[in-house]
């Protein structure tokens, strides 16, 4: 499309906020000065670190507020332990925080039955809605894990 010669004018609705009387950020334009003060805010109290919070080796202090309700336990605590380690743009961070996410909710389902609790592991994990909503996909998903499940034991248990 040639832009050159277009005529912009022609566009619904073209050139509207060019009125400061009908622009809607006009008001934003009136500046005070105040702007300018931004940076020379009081910084807010650290909050205390009483657990074990993880940080980022490229950050020298924690945030000013962190989540300290569940700190990192088990394997996956481990796991975490050892992502951040590594630097945030290498996958040596990322996948195995993925893997923890993983091995956390195995842990909480373990943690569950040793309270005495037996959770609904297919409501909780959605497998009523997949049923009605996505059924070929329940049934490969049941089918792939299955199978690679078979493999592993096989693999496992042969003879060395």
Do not use: C
Not at 3 to 16: A, H, L, Q, R, V
Request: hydrophobic share 30%; no cysteine; proline share 8%.
């Amino acid at each position: 499309m040639n832009t050159e010669n277009f005529d912009y004018k022609s566009i619904p609705g073209w050139g509207m906020d060019i009125d400061p009387e009908n622009e809607p950020t006009y008001p934003m334009k009136n500046y005070t000065g105040d702007d300018h003060k931004r940076s020379d805010y009081e910084k807010s109290p650290q909050q205390p670190v009483d657990v074990e919070v993880l940080k980022s080796i490229e950050r020298p202090q924690y945030s000013a507020v962190l989540g300290n309700t569940v700190p990192p336990s088990g394997l996956s605590g481990a796991i975490r332990r050892y992502a951040f380690k590594h630097s945030e743009d290498r996958y040596r961070h990322w996948i195995p925080l993925i893997l923890a996410d993983r091995v956390n909710s195995w842990e909480g389902i373990f943690e569950d039955l040793k309270k005495g609790y037996i959770p609904n592991i297919l409501a909780e994990r959605g497998w009523k809605a997949e049923l009605k909503y996505n059924p070929k996909g329940l049934v490969k998903k049941v089918f792939v894990t299955a199978l690679v499940a078979s493999l592993a034991i096989t693999y496992l248990s042969r003879k060395k």
